[in-house]
């Protein structure tokens, strides 16, 4: 007698259909459904314990007044969101800029011709110096030191010399990033191109720098989170980007809710951008699981 679906699985042992058992996969939904479900009714039961016990402390009613204040938040609302514009165009301008210094700097520290020394050295000096100085320091030194020089054709905007500021700053590390995407190309992948006939140039175009990317998505992610967030370090200079706003407004009401209302814009745009570069490990570990490469 042949066994129900007998043909299906010798064929699966012969290696030409994979087999599927149909009660493995049901077992898997419910278990799936189970385990969000338990999941769900834990981060609720947390989060109600967690608002129970803050609410029921001492000073929650002058920490909801100060912090929390519905009529504070409508008030400010509307302004700081209009404020929160301008830290978005810096992010939007810098963020390309970030990339072609990034990546040029890091073509520029592997390039092996002695006549190409002295570009080698000024990409390193490069490196270490805006790596190893904060950010805010450099956004000040730039931001107030440059249009002090009144050099002649240099703007004079603060604005203009705290996203050059960003750029140099994050440049650095992206070219780190880059760097270490290039590196993790296996020579191999070279040698092949370059037996193929291959320049050069065409290899790092073709072969080297389209792996190199795509390994260090998910860093270059990060770092962009990071950069939307440090956009506000641009009020040191004196532009009414959403912290100043919110420092403006809570110094006139003595109230800090309109803290509180910035950091949920930026909260706003920074979760949809972590969960995407969530979503971009994890299609590379499934398609590194998988074996493929495209």
Same mark, same amino acid.
């Given at each position: 007698?042949?066994? $129900?679906?007998?043909?299906?699985?010798?064929?699966?042992?012969?290696?030409?259909?994979?087999?599927?058992?149909?009660?493995?996969?049901?077992?898997?939904?419910?278990?799936?459904?189970?385990?969000?479900a338990?999941?769900?009714?834990?981060?609720? %039961?947390?989060?109600? /314990?967690?608002? /129970?016990? &803050? %609410?029921?402390t001492?000073?929650?009613?002058?920490?909801?007044?100060?912090?929390?204040?519905?009529?504070?938040?409508? +008030?400010?609302?509307?302004?700081?969101l209009?404020?929160?514009?301008?830290?978005?165009? &810096?992010?939007?301008?810098?963020?390309?800029?970030?990339?072609?210094?990034?990546?040029?700097v890091?073509?520029?520290?592997? #390039?092996?011709? $002695?006549? *190409? #020394?002295?570009?080698?050295?000024v990409?390193? %000096?490069?490196?270490?110096? @805006?790596?190893?100085?904060?950010?805010?320091?450099? &956004?000040?030194?730039?931001?107030?030191?440059?249009?002090?020089?009144?050099? =002649?054709?240099?703007?004079?905007? /603060?604005?203009?010399?705290?996203? /050059?500021?960003?750029?140099?700053?994050?440049g650095?590390y992206?070219? +780190?990033? @880059?760097?270490?995407? &290039?590196?993790?190309?296996?020579?191999?992948? =070279?040698?092949?191109?370059?037996?193929?006939?291959?320049?050069?140039?065409?290899?790092?175009?073709?072969?080297?720098?389209? =792996?190199?990317?795509?390994?260090?998505?998910?860093p270059?992610?990060?770092? *962009?989170?990071?950069? =939307?967030k440090?956009?506000?370090?641009?009020? %040191?200079?004196?532009?009414? +980007?959403?912290?100043?706003?919110?420092?403006?407004?809570?110094? *006139?009401?003595?109230?800090?809710?309109?803290?509180?209302?910035?950091?949920?814009? @930026?909260i706003?745009?920074?979760?949809?951008?972590?969960?995407?570069?969530?979503w971009?490990?994890?299609?590379?570990?499934?398609?590194?699981?998988?074996?493929?490469d495209?």
């Open positions: 007698m042949t066994e $129900p679906g007998g043909d299906t699985v010798a064929a699966a042992r012969a290696g030409s259909t994979p087999y599927v058992d149909p009660a493995r996969v049901r077992y898997r939904k419910r278990k799936s459904l189970r385990d969000a338990i999941g769900m009714i834990s981060l609720i %039961v947390t989060a109600t /314990v967690v608002t /129970v016990v &803050i %609410v029921r001492p000073g929650w009613s002058a920490v909801q007044e100060t912090f929390f204040s519905p009529e504070a938040f409508a +008030e400010s609302f509307p302004g700081l209009d404020a929160f514009w301008l830290n978005i165009r &810096i992010f939007l301008i810098a963020e390309p800029l970030i990339l072609i210094v990034g990546l040029t890091a073509l520029v520290r592997r #390039l092996r011709s $002695p006549i *190409f #020394l002295p570009l080698r050295i990409a390193t %000096v490069y490196v270490d110096i @805006f790596r190893g100085v904060p950010t805010l320091l450099v &956004i000040l030194l730039l931001g107030f030191g440059v249009p002090a020089l009144q050099l =002649q054709g240099a703007p004079d905007d /603060v604005l203009v010399w705290g996203v /050059v500021a960003l750029v140099l700053s994050y650095a992206v070219a +780190e990033v @880059f760097r270490a995407g &290039i590196d993790s190309v296996h020579p191999s992948q =070279q040698m092949a191109a370059r037996s193929l006939g291959l320049t050069s140039w065409q290899t790092n175009r073709y072969v080297v720098l389209p =792996q190199a990317v795509r390994n260090v998505t998910p270059l992610l990060n770092d *962009f989170i990071s950069l =939307q440090d956009t506000a370090l641009v009020s %040191v200079l004196g532009p009414i +980007e959403l912290l100043r706003r919110a420092q403006i407004d809570a110094s *006139f009401t003595f109230n800090y809710t309109p803290y509180v209302a910035a950091a949920a814009l @930026f706003a745009l920074t979760i949809p951008m972590s969960r995407f570069t969530d971009v490990q994890a299609r590379q570990r499934r398609r590194r699981g998988a074996g493929t495209s």
